[in-house]
Each structure stands twice: as C-alpha cells, then as structure tokens.
C-alpha cells in the first residue's frame, strides 16, 4: 500500500471523523472523554467521536453535538452513511471514560466517565449498534488510532504497553 496516500485525520475533543479505507482516525486525550468507534466492516467506513458529556438535555444551548453523547452518535451514523455505511454493518468499540480526580469525599466526585460510557453504551444499544470492544474506565489518559481497513484500534496509555482492540 502507498503510505503517501494514507491520510491519518485528528478528531478533537467534542468532534468526530469519518473516513474510507485505508486512512486512520486520531484522537488524543481521552480522560473522562469517550472515543465512540464505529466500524461499517462491509463498506470499510470508520467513523471516530470524541464526546466529552452524556447528554444535551442538561444544557439550554447546545452549539456542538458531537460533545454530548446523545447528539454525537445518532450525527457520526449519519456521517458515516453519506459515505456508504448501512446501520445493520455497524459495530461499536468504546474507549476513555477514565476517572481522572480522585479524593477522600466521594459524594464531591462527579464521576463524568462512568456517566459518558453508560450513556454511549445506552445509545448505541437503542440504534442496534452492538459493541464488539470496551477498554474503558480506569484513572488514565488515553490515545486511540482507528484504522479504516479493518476496524482496529490502537490503544496507547502513559505508562503502559500499546494494546489494540
């Protein structure tokens, strides 16, 4: 393959990505944030969110949809059937939700990451995505590289040996 033509697109935070066969999906500083990966393995379309909150319906404006949750996941399976995807070729594997703060008083910690993970598990669940792949959870940072030509993610973690999913 001619590595001159792989493009290797960054997503930020409260942003996502699609792309085709055989560019990669970037996302850096996955705390409490979720990577959501979708995967069409027929079509060969990646798709890449980088949530950063449960739900929209806390919120009175909502200028960016991919940082919630429940607006970010329903747009990415839109983005990604522009580009040929079909929702029943569709897999899920979800990375990040970490809980980043710790202290002595519990009822102080908002646990945001285990809130970002049950509401993506939740979404993808009521659109019959199924989630093939979870390394969530956790108190570290992370980075995911989603590959366009086989859905696998590489997963890189301060401290720890790159693992993929």
Not at 34 to 62: E, I, Q, W
Not at 76 to 94: W, Y
Not at 119 to 146: C, D, F, H, Q, W
Request: glycine residues 10%.
């Amino acid at each position: 393959m001619d590595q001159a033509k792989l493009k290797e697109v960054h997503v930020g935070i409260a942003d996502l990505g699609v792309v085709l066969r055989p560019d990669k999906l970037i996302t850096m500083g996955l705390g409490s944030c979720v990577g959501v990966s979708l995967y069409d393995h027929v079509a060969r379309v990646a798709g890449l969110l980088h949530l950063m909150l449960p739900y929209s319906t806390y919120f009175k404006n909502v200028d960016k949809k991919p940082k919630f949750a429940d607006l970010g996941i329903p747009l990415l399976v839109d983005e990604m059937k522009k580009k040929g995807a079909r929702l029943p070729c569709i897999t899920a594997k979800l990375v990040g939700g970490a809980q980043m703060f710790s202290g002595n008083d519990e009822k102080l910690i908002l646990n945001i990451g285990e809130k970002n993970v049950a509401a993506a598990r939740e979404i993808l669940k009521s659109m019959g995505i199924k989630i093939i792949a979870e390394e969530v959870g956790g108190n570290v940072g992370r980075t995911i590289i989603l590959d366009s030509s086989d859905g696998k993610i590489l997963i890189r973690t301060l401290g720890k040996k790159q693992m993929e999913i």
